[in-house]
T-cell receptor
Framework: RKEVEQDPGPFNVPEGATVAFNCTYS??????FFWYRQDCRKEPKLLMS???SGNEDGRFTAQLNRASQYISLLIRDSKLSDSATYLC??????????FGGGTRVLVKP | GAVVSQHPSWVICKSGTSVKIECRSL??????MFWYRQFPKQSLMLMAT?????????EQGVEKDKFLINHASLTLSTLTVTSAHPEDSSFYIC???????????FGPGTRLTVT
C-alpha cells in the first residue's frame, strides 16, 4: 500500500460548482498535512496547510480526519483557473514530505 | 514569500555525460534542502535530503554515486547526475526549508532530457 494515496481523477467540474476529493495516508504517526497545487510542467505551490480543526481559505476548505486517516479538499464556486493537479503531502516524524500521486481537476465553462 | 531558484530550467545532454543542477534559496537560509524527481503523470518522489555541511541522506533505491549532492552553504545545494542515461530524463525539483517543521519552498524545477 502506498503511503499517501489519491484518486487521480480527472474530476470534470462545471464552472461555479463545488468539488471535493480526499487523500488517505497510512502512517498514523503523521504529524502535519498540506495541499499543494501543481500546474502542468511547473513546480508545486503550497495551497494550504491542513489543521486538526479544519480550515478555510477563501473558496478552499481543508479537513483532517485522523481516525480514518484522510484529509480532504473542497473547492467552492470553481473557477476555470482552478484547473490543476492537487497534491496532498504528509509530513512524517522523520520530517520529510511524502506526496500523493495528485488529483487532476478540470473546470469547464 | 521565500524564493527558491534552480538553474538551469532545462537541459539536454548526451548519454554518458554529467549534468549539474543548482538550487538556491534567495532570501532565507535553508538548513535543509530536498531533491525530488517527477516522471510524467507521476507524483514527486523524494530522492535525498541534504543538510548544510553534512552528507546527504538518500532514499531507498537512489544511487548516491550517481546522484551527487553537495550542500556547501546555507543558500546553495547542487545535484549532479553523473553518467546520465535516457532513463534519467525527468523533472528534477528542489525545495528548501528554513527550520525543522517549517514550510518547504519549491524551486521551479529543471527538466532534464538525456539523448
Amino acid at each position: 500500500r502506498k503511503e499517501v494515496e489519491q484518486d487521480p481523477g480527472p474530476f470534470n467540474v462545471p464552472e461555479g460548482a463545488t468539488v471535493a476529493f480526499n487523500c488517505t495516508y497510512s502512517n498514523s504517526a503523521s504529524q502535519s498535512f498540506f495541499w499543494y497545487r501543481q500546474d502542468c510542467r511547473k513546480e508545486p505551490k503550497l495551497l494550504m496547510s491542513v489543521y486538526s480543526s479544519g480550515n478555510e481559505d477563501g473558496r478552499f476548505t481543508a479537513q483532517l480526519n485522523r481516525a480514518s486517516q484522510y484529509i480532504s479538499l473542497l473547492i467552492r464556486d470553481s473557477k476555470l483557473s482552478d484547473s490543476a493537479t492537487y497534491l496532498c503531502a504528509v509530513n512524517s516524524k522523520s520530517n520529510k514530505l511524502t506526496f500523493g500521486g495528485g488529483t487532476r481537476v478540470l473546470v469547464k465553462p | 514569500g521565500a524564493v527558491v531558484s534552480q538553474h538551469p530550467s532545462w537541459v539536454i545532454c548526451k548519454s554518458g555525460t554529467s549534468v549539474k543542477i543548482e538550487c538556491r534559496s534567495l532570501d532565507f537560509q535553508a538548513t535543509t534542502m530536498f531533491w525530488y524527481r517527477q516522471f510524467p503523470k507521476q507524483s514527486l518522489m523524494l530522492m535525498a535530503t541534504s543538510n548544510e555541511g553534512s552528507k546527504a541522506t538518500y532514499e531507498q533505491g537512489v544511487e548516491k554515486d550517481k546522484f551527487l549532492i553537495n550542500h556547501a552553504s546555507l543558500t546553495l545545494s547542487t545535484l549532479t547526475v553523473t553518467s546520465a542515461h535516457p532513463e534519467d530524463s525527468s523533472f528534477y525539483i528542489c525545495s528548501a526549508r528554513d527550520r525543522v517543521g517549517g514550510e518547504q519552498y519549491f524551486g521551479p524545477g529543471t527538466r532534464l532530457t538525456v539523448t
